[in-house]
């Protein structure tokens, strides 16, 4: 697939065309698994420019029709990416099927990907096959006695790591990712983070084994120094000390120099980035419910087919609701996919209800929240009536009135078996 594709319209990978050759970075990512000593995510202003932060988070319904209304005001964008504001791999499900709807809408566009590389490994053939031509990592150190200076954890699955075994850990899946993208003829990136006194002398040691593993460009970025992180208090390298970190990575491998330090929701030109004007588009585009057309009717996790009344994780059926007339009628019931099979149950049951545009649940995990976005039918956490909620998916109103989230994500109710995001 990326044999048609012009692979030098890549502003980032090719200095040349930055001033005609646009980005897009779709937010459909806000999880992340590891916690790095310089960052800090929970702050967004439209005026600041640093990895991170976005001014929402789209699913993957809603980040394609952001980025058909951002292509009709905004042409010269050739590239759609992914990078956050938490990790494309921490959140797989909403970053390959985002990958999947713009490969099949936007064929001529190339698609690429911003990553620490920890979750990558398990999705290398399915980013070939969509046609992934760039993927851009963050490689801080080869030397775990330095990254464990700039790693606070890493979680692998479930499991959380500190100390020297995150830094080995992250590592030993960065390479992997790497060689295996270069197997598969994927353009690689490395960006490693200038931290004074940190690994401002490991540079050369880094770009050496990176052009040892195949890597096609380093980015020497410099760390922005960011309130309540624990490298707050390092100033951010100044001009002389990024000058030489480059000069000596460069013995080893090309060096971007023109890097702006993208948002995840960063749009337009590398030097006339447009991600405050489009600002409103993307919170418009963030409350848009999935599309009508060939999802008639709604899904109700209820005890008696009245009330929304019953977590996912205990549901057994599913009532199936559509319109009738100037009411609603139930349409039929539907059994849930057995608990035992972790994340394929909740794919397994977003199939289930994929002519259907919502799901009506008085509680719901992480994990199939992600599959159900994913495939484009809303969920939408309730108390009360399904009629109440039934008005306001067919007939327009914000389901956030509707909603009434339990916090810890789990309802720990008489049933619950525990399969993935807390309970559901």
Same mark, same amino acid.
């Given at each position: ?67 058909? *209304? ?23 499900? *909403? ?181 405050? *004007? ?137 049933g619950c078996q525990g399969d993935g995001g807390g309970c559901g």
């Amino acid at each position: 697939m990326t044999a048609r594709l012009d692979l030098t319209r890549h502003p980032c990978f090719n200095a040349e065309v930055k001033g005609e050759c646009g980005r897009i970075h779709l937010p459909v990512a806000p999880r992340c698994n590891i916690k790095c000593n310089y960052c800090n995510r929970k702050y967004d202003c439209v005026n600041e420019s640093r990895p991170g932060v976005a001014g929402g988070v789209l699913s993957p319904a809603q980040a394609v029709a952001y980025l058909e *209304e951002v292509l009709e005001k905004e042409p010269r964008i050739s590239v759609v990416g992914i990078a956050g504001p938490g990790d494309p791999f921490a959140n797989p499900v *909403e970053t390959l099927e985002t990958l999947r709807r713009v490969r099949e809408k936007f064929p001529h566009l190339l698609i690429c990907l911003a990553t620490n590389g920890l979750g990558l490994p398990p999705h290398l053939d399915e980013l070939a096959a969509i046609g992934v031509s760039h993927v851009t990592i963050t490689v801080n150190a080869v030397d775990p006695a330095i990254g464990e200076k700039i790693f606070a954890w890493v979680r692998d699955g479930k499991v959380i790591y500190r100390g020297v075994k995150a830094a080995e850990l992250l590592l030993q899946r960065q390479l992997e990712s790497i060689c295996g993208l270069k197997a598969r003829g994927i353009v690689v990136k490395v960006n490693f983070i200038v931290i004074p006194g940190i690994n401002d002398h490991h540079a050369e040691e880094v770009a050496r084994k990176m052009k040892e593993v195949g890597v096609d460009l380093l980015n020497c970025m410099p760390m922005y120094p960011n309130a309540d992180t624990v490298f707050e208090h390092i100033p951010e390298p100044d001009r002389e000390m990024l000058d030489g970190v480059r000069a000596t990575a460069e013995r080893h491998l090309p060096q971007m120099r023109h890097c702006t330090r993208c948002r995840a929701d960063a749009v337009g030109l590398l030097g006339e980035d447009r991600s405050a *004007e489009f600002s409103g588009c993307l919170r418009k585009c963030s409350k848009l419910l999935p599309a009508a057309k060939n999802r008639p009717y709604v899904a109700v996790a209820t005890l008696e087919g009245i009330l929304v009344n019953q977590h996912l994780g205990e549901a057994t059926h599913l009532q199936i609701w559509g319109e009738n007339g100037d009411g609603y009628q139930l349409v039929e019931v539907r059994a849930t996919p057995k608990p035992g099979s972790g994340m394929r149950r909740w794919q397994q049951l977003a199939e289930l209800v994929a002519d259907c545009r919502a799901l009506l649940v008085s509680g719901i995990g992480d994990n199939p929240r992600q599959a159900l976005e994913a495939a484009g039918v809303l969920p939408v956490e309730m108390s009360g009536f399904i009629e109440s909620g039934l008005e306001v998916i067919y007939h327009g109103g914000s389901p956030e009135a509707l909603k009434q989230r339990r916090r810890g994500g789990c309802a720990k109710g008489a049933g619950c078996q525990g399969d993935g995001g807390g309970c559901g």
